[in-house]
Structures are given as structure tokens and as C-alpha cells.
């Protein structure tokens, strides 16, 4: 069964720098999403992106973030400078309809 | 805007005991709503769906009805087994059409006890 993917499971990195998280979605979808949990708290959207461009973000996804799709396969969430608040599990997911397929996550630390 | 409230959890159950999670939600117009389940060290998987009014969603065991009179998607299993220990999450999507952003509920612990 098709599945998302994403790498890596767990990123340590220090507040400042610029991290990459990456997904692969399901090879037929068209509708690529990106979601966050900080511990303990609610999954919380922060963008979707459709015919190579952002369709919906929301108020988290600032002028720190940035969605490409560099290939036909690949889905990629960028930090510019990470702060200790980004802190959190990140979720890849995408769908061919209304229905979205998660992918396992990126837990990303900020030291 | 929208929003989904789920009883806070752990739910703490024997095997083959009746489970319910209640899941309210608000929202304008004719949402679809989702229950997903995460087990340990995995990601989110669809569990069930329902997208209008009396709808009833259901999965290995699992169902949901779409209440639109109370705003309600309670999420129901008779006998629930050792391996259904998850987290489980209400959302909804503002309809059934495709590029919907998902708005989740807090989620909700489940432990059940051989």
C-alpha cells in the first residue's frame, strides 16, 4: 500500500539555523499539506500547496517557512532560523481527494 | 472559525469494554468530519469519515455518526481489544471537496488493559 514518507525522523539542531524537513506523498496525489504538534498540544495546520503553489496557510506559517516541491517527488518544509518555539512534531500529508494520508513525522528539537 | 473539542483523555479501559470519545465541533456551513488514530511511533491514519448530516462512518469496529443537531461525532467501539491503544483525533475539513485544510480536536489518550 502507498504510503508518505518522511526524513529524517528526528532533527536536533540549534536555534538559528536553517533546517529542511522532507516528505515524499503518495505518487498520484496532487494535494500536498503540512501540519505541526508541539508536545502536548493540538495537531495545528500550517500550509497546503497545490499546482506548484501555497493555496492556504495559516497564521504560524510566517516569512520564516517555505514550501517547495524541487522535483516531481519530493515535498519540502524549510526554516530559515529556527527558534526554541518550532520545537515540535511535523507532519507530511498529502491526498489525491478530500481524504489526507500522514506521513509517520519529523520531530524537530531546537537547542 | 472552526474548532473541534474532544474529551481530554487517558482513557484507561478493560479489553472488551465499551469505549466512547466524545467529539464536538463548531463550524460554518457542511463540514466533513474524520476521526484519526495514532498508534505509537507512527503517523496519522484515516480511521473513519462522515460527510453530511445522519452519515454514520465506520472501521474495524469503530463508528461515528454525524450529528448536525448536537454538532457531534462520538466516536464508538463495543469491545475494545488490547492493540486499539492509541491516541485518537476528531477533525473536520469545511466540506468534502479536495485541498481542505484538517482542523483537529486535542486527542485523546487510550489504554486498554488485557
Redesign the interface.
Known amino acids: 500500500e502507498p504510503e508518505?514518507t518522511?526524513t529524517p525522523s528526528h532533527q536536533v539542531t540549534q536555534m538559528g539555523q536553517e533546517v529542511i524537513l522532507r516528505c515524499v506523498p503518495i505518487s498520484n496525489h496532487?494535494?500536498f499539506?503540512w501540519?505541526r504538534q508541539i508536545l502536548g498540544?493540538?495537531?495545528?495546520?500550517l500550509v497546503?500547496f497545490?499546482n506548484n503553489e501555497i493555496?492556504?496557510k495559516?497564521e504560524i506559517f510566517d516569512d520564516q517557512f517555505s514550501v517547495e516541491r524541487p522535483d516531481g517527488s519530493n515535498f519540502t518544509l524549510k526554516i530559515r532560523s529556527t527558534k526554541l518555539e518550532d520545537s515540535a512534531m511535523y507532519?507530511c500529508?498529502s491526498?489525491?481527494?478530500?481524504?489526507?494520508?500522514?506521513?509517520?513525522?519529523t520531530r524537530l528539537t531546537v537547542t | 472559525g472552526n474548532s473541534v473539542t474532544q474529551m481530554e483523555g487517558p482513557v484507561t479501559l478493560s479489553e472488551e469494554a465499551f469505549l466512547t470519545i466524545n467529539c464536538t465541533y463548531t463550524a460554518t456551513g457542511y463540514p466533513?468530519l474524520f476521526w484519526?488514530v495514532q498508534y505509537p511511533?507512527?503517523?496519522?491514519?484515516?480511521l473513519l469519515?462522515a460527510?453530511k448530516a445522519d452519515d454514520k462512518g465506520s472501521n474495524k469496529g469503530f463508528e461515528a455518526t454525524y450529528r448536525k443537531e448536537t454538532t457531534s461525532f462520538h466516536l464508538e467501539k463495543g469491545s475494545v481489544q488490547v492493540s486499539d491503544s492509541a491516541v485518537y483525533?476528531c477533525?473536520l475539513?469545511r466540506n468534502?471537496?479536495?485541498?481542505?485544510?484538517?482542523?483537529?480536536?486535542?486527542?485523546t489518550r487510550l489504554m486498554v488493559k488485557p
Request: aromatic share 22%.
Open positions: 508518505v518522511q496532487l494535494y499539506y501540519y498540544q493540538k495537531v495545528e495546520f497546503s497545490y493555496s492556504e495559516s507532519f500529508a491526498a489525491g481527494g478530500y481524504e489526507q494520508y500522514f506521513g509517520p513525522g | 466533513s484519526y511511533g507512527e503517523g496519522l491514519q484515516l469519515k460527510t483525533f477533525a475539513s468534502n471537496n479536495a485541498g481542505n485544510m484538517l482542523t483537529f480536536g486535542g486527542g
